[in-house]
């Protein structure tokens, strides 16, 4: 079965400086899509990221980037210039290949950024 | 062009009872997904309907069902609630054999 790990409970970035978020996952499939999913306190699960396992280049979304190793079976996520915005849970997330559409989850990072 | 919308916002039952929540997909989305987060969890697969069938299951009894209409808005159903289903259920849409899902706010359930 896949499982997606999320090793930090909680990270922290002082306001317009850089966060790393780690996330490891396990799964024997060559095919797949990995996504970083952003909850702030309203709940709304928000997409922020996401990565073909296809693809050997590193997705990037303005402040936002992935270090995809695939051998490694690690997906970080990269939050540039972080804003108080950010201040969210961040959820990792891993999808099989081609039609098959059931997300599985980490446990999430809860990110609080210091003004 | 709206998104997914769930209702109600928040519920509260005692154990026992029965309850429904609703999911209207985002326009032009046919697949719709459900998911329980529990406090301080990760959201949960529960199932995944498509063609106003179900086509995928994750690790949840019997008592979860749901149902999917032919403008493919859904419905999921729990009877004879414990306490343990105290959760966020959040829905998702998607396209068929598309990978990105697109969240609604979620359903607070309560049971007391």
């Known amino acids: 079965a896949q499982t997606v790990t999320q090793s930090q409970p909680e990270m922290s970035v002082q306001e317009a400086e850089t966060v790393t978020l780690s996330c490891t996952y396990d799964?024997?499939?060559?095919?797949?899509?990995l996504f970083w999913y952003k909850q702030p306190p309203s709940r709304q699960m928000i997409l922020v990221i996401r990565q073909e396992a296809y693809k050997q280049q590193n997705a990037t979304e303005n402040r936002f980037s992935v270090n995809f190793q695939k051998a490694a079976k690690s997906f970080s996520l990269k939050i540039s210039d972080s804003q108080l915005g950010d201040a969210a849970m961040y959820f990792c997330a891993y999808v099989e290949g081609f039609g098959n559409e059931k997300l599985t989850f980490g446990t999430g990072t809860r990110l609080t950024i210091i003004p | 062009d709206a998104g997914v919308t769930q209702s109600p916002t928040h519920l509260i039952k005692t154990r026992g009872q029965q309850v429904t929540l609703r999911c209207s997909p985002k326009?032009?989305?046919?697949?719709v997904s459900w998911y329980q987060q529990a406090l301080g969890q990760g959201p949960q697969f529960i199932f995944q309907?498509?063609?106003?069938?179900?086509?995928q299951r994750g690790n949840f009894p019997d008592r979860f069902s749901g149902h999917q209409f032919p403008n493919y808005s859904s419905e999921l159903n729990v009877n004879a609630l414990l306490l343990g289903d105290s959760a966020l259920y959040l829905c998702?849409?998607?396209?068929?054999?598309?990978?990105?899902?697109?969240f609604g706010p979620g359903t607070r359930l309560t049971v007391l």
């Open positions: 309907y498509y063609e106003e069938e179900e086509r």
């Open positions: 799964t024997s499939e060559s095919d797949y899509y």
């Open positions: 326009s032009g989305h046919d697949t």
């Open positions: 998702a849409s998607s396209l068929r054999n598309r990978y990105e899902q697109f």
